[in-house]
């Protein structure tokens, strides 16, 4: 706080401290993400318990061996009928929330200016450390720049998670199959698709928790307020 | 401490709603005209529905061909799902090897008839090895052959403005629909044959029409009869196939 006049540390009045944090754009690009993902996730798991099942290659049944057994019930009940149509409703609005949102980041350089890390920051050295402090639960004091692992994951899940999981979405379509049969064929057939579909989720679910592990830990309030309001404690 | 909006701001989140709303009705129209709105197109869920028909059939052509596989792929097992039609007239009908077996095709057509499963097989078959993928996730290759729909519908002369195949199964309360684009396929078959013999009974013998673009529940079995209509509301709860009455959507292109 240069112009207060005090010499450094000051305290600053909880007045200065609140400042711009997440943009407009980030704000309700974020929560309707959020949203639809949540549609995504419970319709999904009520399409996986009517085969919870996962196959590698082409095919795959009852009949036929598979790459994992999951420990559920096969429910078939039909709960994957409002599954599906919930799915595929959450899926067209987290594809398009999506794409307003990486095409406005690249347009105002959200990307470049706050979630691509210093070539400094890369270092063996410095990530360890990071990394480190973060299973330490010793968590950065600065929250008005991301560090540098949250950099790579929040990179992670925008541009390689949800890109995968799309992908293996539409791989799994025989009518988008028909236009782009490459989309399959490169994953090794149809029930591969739907595996990495299912291995995509589950890591968007592991940072999913970790996410709101991460909110809880640094501040819940102050956090919360910031994706609301736009403007948080520093 | 905000200041209440100016009046140009008014007139123009006014006119932009306005805008906004009547690009929508028009898009609307344009959507309908050229045949993109599904069936089950109403509620929440509808408006999924309508990106991915509308969407689909935008990026398909007619041409687009579901994978085909190696006769190497086809799967040892072939799953079959579901019972036959447990009614007395399928039993009769299996005891006489489907001789007296009928397909009746009406509607908006130009010389509704009836076909034998002898007839069927005399017209030019076609024999694809496509995969066959069950909504619920597991799925398997088979070899099928049979007549393409699109054939038969020429014997019968479809009127132009025909814009869905209705077709009934044996098993009571089974039918489905799909539209032209999907009709008039090559790979869209009346299918009698599989794996180079005759459909088995569990796989619908002695009719199913193989619908390969889309998910295994198009695929109905048993098939007795095809009705060509511009209109599905006059069929069932007017969504469209028995499929969305309970629950699933009634394109599976997904």
């Not at chain 1, 450390?129 to 992670?156: A, C, G, M």
């Not at chain 2, 039993?91 to 009406?106: P, V």
């Not at chain 2, 130009?110 to 619920?136: K, M, V």
Request: aromatic share 10%; proline share 6%; with cysteine.
């Amino acid at each position: 706080m240069a112009e207060s006049g005090h010499s450094w540390p000051a305290t600053p009045t909880a007045e200065a401290a609140v400042a711009p944090r997440h943009s407009g754009l980030v704000r309700v690009t974020h929560w309707i993400s959020a949203l639809s993902f949540f549609g995504l996730l419970i319709s999904g798991a009520a399409i996986l318990i009517s085969h919870p099942r996962l196959y590698w290659g082409e095919t795959g049944n009852r009949g036929t061996p598979s790459l994992i057994d999951l420990p559920l019930p096969f429910i078939l009940a039909g709960q994957n009928g409002w599954g599906r149509y919930l799915h595929f409703l959450s899926a067209w609005v987290c594809v398009l929330t999506g794409l307003v949102y990486v095409f406005s980041g690249l347009l105002s350089r959200h990307f470049r200016n706050n979630l691509i890390p210093a070539r400094s920051d890369l270092g063996w050295a410095s990530l360890s450390r990071v990394y480190s402090d973060h299973l330490r639960l010793r968590l950065p004091k600065d929250t008005s720049t991301y560090n540098v692992l949250q950099r790579i994951t929040y990179l992670e899940v925008v541009f390689l998670l949800f890109p995968v999981a799309i992908w293996t979405g539409l791989a799994m379509s025989p009518a988008v199959t028909s236009v782009f049969p490459w989309l399959v064929t490169i994953l090794g057939g149809q029930q591969s698709a739907r595996t990495v579909h299912f291995i995509a989720a589950v890591s968007l679910v592991l940072f999913l928790l970790i996410h709101i592990g991460m909110v809880c830990l640094t501040g819940f309030r102050n956090r919360m307020r910031a994706m609301i309001t736009g403007r948080g404690v520093h | 401490m905000s200041t209440p909006p100016s009046r140009r701001k008014l007139i123009t989140a006014g006119l932009s709603t306005l805008a906004g709303a009547s690009g929508l009705a028009v898009a609307a129209r344009i959507a309908h005209h050229y045949g993109l709105i599904p069936p089950d197109h109403g509620g929440l869920y509808g408006i999924g529905e309508t990106l991915t028909y509308a969407g689909q059939r935008l990026l398909m052509s007619g041409r687009s061909m579901a994978r085909e596989f190696n006769r190497s792929d086809i799967s040892k097992a072939p799953v079959v799902n579901g019972r036959p039609p447990e009614v007395e007239a399928y039993e009769r009908q299996l005891t006489a090897g489907f001789t007296d077996w009928r397909l009746s095709i009406d509607g908006m057509v130009g010389r509704p008839r009836d076909f034998s499963i002898a007839d069927l097989r005399q017209y030019p078959a076609r024999t694809q090895i496509t995969h066959l993928a069950c909504e619920e996730g597991w799925s398997f290759i088979a070899e099928w052959t049979g007549v393409p729909l699109a054939h038969v519908l020429n014997l019968v002369g479809v009127l132009p403005q025909a814009k869905y195949v209705v077709y009934f199964s044996m098993d009571p309360g089974w039918w489905d629909s799909i539209d032209m684009s999907d009709a008039l396929h090559p790979q869209t078959l009346l299918t009698y044959g599989m794996n180079g013999q005759e459909l088995p009974k569990g796989h619908g013998a002695p009719l199913r029409l193989r619908v390969p673009r889309q998910l295994g529940y198009k695929s109905v079995k048993y098939i007795t009869r095809l009705t060509l209509t511009d209109d599905l509301k006059r069929f069932g709860k007017g969504l469209g196939s028995a499929p969305p009455e309970f629950g699933y959507s009634w394109y599976a292109g997904i």
